[in-house]
């Protein structure tokens, strides 16, 4: 059974109290979408193994977008001055300034931030790599600093905080190191609640919930498969993040990238229950479940006790294509913000941006410190 590792109760302690989430609800979180290996769409608006492999290349490219030298916001000029260095330059200006006026930095937004919190309880959501974290060329050397790790650690003193991610949790945690956290790895298919330690010194079991725990076995299958097939091109990396995998392309030659994706199509056609989505120089192999970063969302604010949108607000940051899904559905409950983590116009469902982990640490402590002198204020 797919909830066959759900906690034997109902009930999660939290602090002095405990949350509660129903059977009924977590099913209906938890629907399973078979799709077939060969068609063209997966079901849930991203591109299936069938697409033609120039659409994959493009959306590679796509996930890599020039970085100007002044870290300022830019975008690809198609007006017909494209030689012309001034008229290149005012064109990138104005998309900058038009994209910031639609998605303005949170931390210019932070008063309207705490007014939208008066009364409710704000819910922390963090992504990691690209957001706790810089992103590198190797993602075993992923650090996040001593001085985000303090941020995180005092942010979440004052509210429940969460870090989503597409790492295997098990990772997720070595790089964070903070027990008191809910983690959420595998893009929220491993949830795993604040590591209790009772009087005798024993760590409590504290997994929520794993609903691709079926597909272990095949992942595992697939995952010495694409290491095999992938080992002739040079600065392929595949990574096995327990219900998920990730190959890296980072540190690929652009002219290999063809090359590569038919390697990595070609081996999920015989696995019809995995689906390839994108990141960040990633492609992504995931089960074919309905199931991602914003289901995971979903689950812990219902497991937290707060499925009313009049009594939580959510704020969920990331920087990753895989984060529009929980930004998504922060936005049609009209609950909530999400934050992009971007120095670069993008699309997006999310409502304030942060250019850059030093930002996301800066936002943190600025809502910690609020907090902070407001309950001090208020006597608690």
């Not at 991203?46 to 994959?56: A, E, I, K, L, Q």
Request: aromatic share 8%; charged share 25%; with cysteine.
């Amino acid at each position: 059974m797919a909830n066959q590792n759900v906690a034997s109760s109902s009930e999660m302690k939290l602090g002095n109290g405990c949350v509660t989430i129903s059977m009924n609800k977590l099913q209906r979180l938890n629907e399973i979408h078979n799709i077939g290996g060969g068609g063209g769409g997966d079901g849930d608006g991203r591109t299936g193994t069938g697409t033609r492999m120039s659409s994959w290349v493009e959306s590679m490219r796509a996930s890599s977008p020039p970085r100007s030298n002044n870290k300022t916001i830019t975008t690809t000029n198609n007006n017909n001055n494209n030689n012309n260095p001034a008229s290149v330059s005012q064109t990138q200006n104005h998309n900058q300034n038009s994209w910031i006026a639609s998605h303005p930095s949170a931390l210019t937004m932070l008063e309207e931030i705490k007014n939208a919190s008066k009364g409710k309880q704000i819910v922390m959501f963090l992504d990691y790599d690209g957001t706790l974290s810089p992103i590198v060329e190797d993602p075993d050397r992923a650090f996040m600093s001593d001085k985000m790790r303090f941020a995180v650690k005092t942010v979440a003193r004052y509210f429940p905080t969460a870090i989503v991610s597409g790492r295997c949790r098990d990772k997720v945690y070595d790089f964070v190191k903070l027990p008191e956290l809910y983690y959420a790895g595998s893009h929220g298919m491993d949830i795993k609640g604040p590591t209790k330690i009772t009087k005798q010194k024993k760590i409590k079991n504290a997994v929520m919930y794993q609903p691709a725990a079926e597909f272990s076995p095949m992942i595992d299958e697939v995952y010495t498969i694409l290491v095999e097939e992938t080992k002739s091109i040079p600065g392929v990396r595949v990574e096995h993040n327990k219900f998920c995998l990730s190959v890296h392309f980072r540190c690929v030659d652009e002219n290999n990238w063809d090359a590569l994706a038919d390697q990595v199509k070609v081996v999920l056609t015989e696995y019809p229950k995995l689906k390839l989505t994108q990141g960040r120089k990633v492609l992504e192999i995931r089960p074919t479940i309905k199931w991602d970063k914003g289901k995971a969302l979903e689950f812990l604010l219902e497991s937290l006790g707060y499925p009313n949108a009049n009594q939580v607000l959510p704020l969920y940051i990331g920087d990753d294509q895989t984060d529009e899904d929980a930004f998504k559905v922060l936005r049609d409950r009209g609950q909530g913000f999400g934050i992009l983590v971007s120095k670069f116009p993008k699309e997006t469902n999310a409502t304030y941006s942060l250019q850059e982990p030093s930002e996301v640490k800066d936002f943190l402590r600025e809502l910690a410190k609020w907090k902070r002198v407001f309950m001090r204020r208020d006597g608690r």
